[in-house]
């Protein structure tokens, strides 16, 4: 029974270069959250998607940064042009969406490092 | 706007010696959820308890309690007998009520627990 699987857990990056994160939900979980996590602080909600839709995307900044959930396939974060202030871990989450009772599961993180 | 405090940014205690983490949350929601989650040193997270703000019923599982009092916006984590291997940084997080399929969590600062051997 697989939890949320990411990758890569570690990507390192020069300054200017795209950076793609990739993340597979739990089996039969529908909902996705991107959370960041700069370094000493608490997570940062980002986006949530469901399949090929994005619900709210009110915590990405408003530029380099994208995110989809494809009907196939994992969701995937996408950095274009790093800058230096992108370096941090980036969680995704899912959960069943289970009205009134959702629980949102962690995996592993990817630890972006830009040069 | 919602917002969660965990004061206490690290604590250090010997093992065997029971710690309480402290969460104080915001919100002017009447239905919210408060969490709790650990982050070893190896990175993940993991999930340890929900809580439905109509339930304020406190939950024991072995070692760890949690006290939810809504008179005080509070959600302590108790750990009792604390071992070496509940070292981590550990996060309260708070979301709002189900709407249409978004429960964005937002999560305190977190307390680096240490416990020494």
């Known amino acids: 029974n697989a939890g949320v699987m990411q990758n890569p857990r570690h990507l390192v990056r020069r300054r200017g270069q795209e950076a793609r994160l990739r993340c597979s939900p739990m089996k039969g979980h529908s909902h996705v959250y991107w959370y960041r996590q700069l370094p000493e602080e608490g997570l940062k909600f980002m986006v949530y998607?469901?399949?090929?839709?994005?619900?709210?995307e009110s915590g990405m900044p408003k530029e380099r940064f994208s995110a989809e959930f494809p009907k196939e396939g994992p969701s995937i974060l996408r950095i274009q042009q790093v800058v230096r202030g992108d370096s941090a871990a980036y969680f995704c989450a899912s959960s069943p969406g289970t009205p009134w009772a959702d629980t949102q599961y962690f995996g592993p993180g990817t630890r972006l490092t830009v040069l | 706007a919602q917002k969660v405090t965990q004061a206490q940014t690290e604590i250090s205690v010997v093992e065997k010696e029971d710690v309480t983490l402290d969460c104080v949350y915001e919100t002017r929601d009447t239905t919210y959820y408060l969490f709790w989650y650990k982050q070893p040193p190896s990175g993940e997270l993991v999930f340890l308890i929900r809580?439905?703000?109509?339930?304020?019923q406190n939950e024991i599982s072995g070692r760890y309690s949690w006290n939810f009092q809504k008179s005080t916006s509070s959600f302590n984590f108790t750990i009792t007998a604390s071992q070496v291997v509940d070292s981590a940084v550990y996060f309260c997080a708070l979301s709002e009520a189900w709407i249409q399929g978004a429960q964005k969590l937002v999560f305190g600062q977190g307390t680096r627990l240490t416990i020494n051997p």
């Open positions: 809580r439905n703000s109509f339930d304020e």
């Open positions: 998607l469901q399949k090929e839709n994005i619900i709210d």
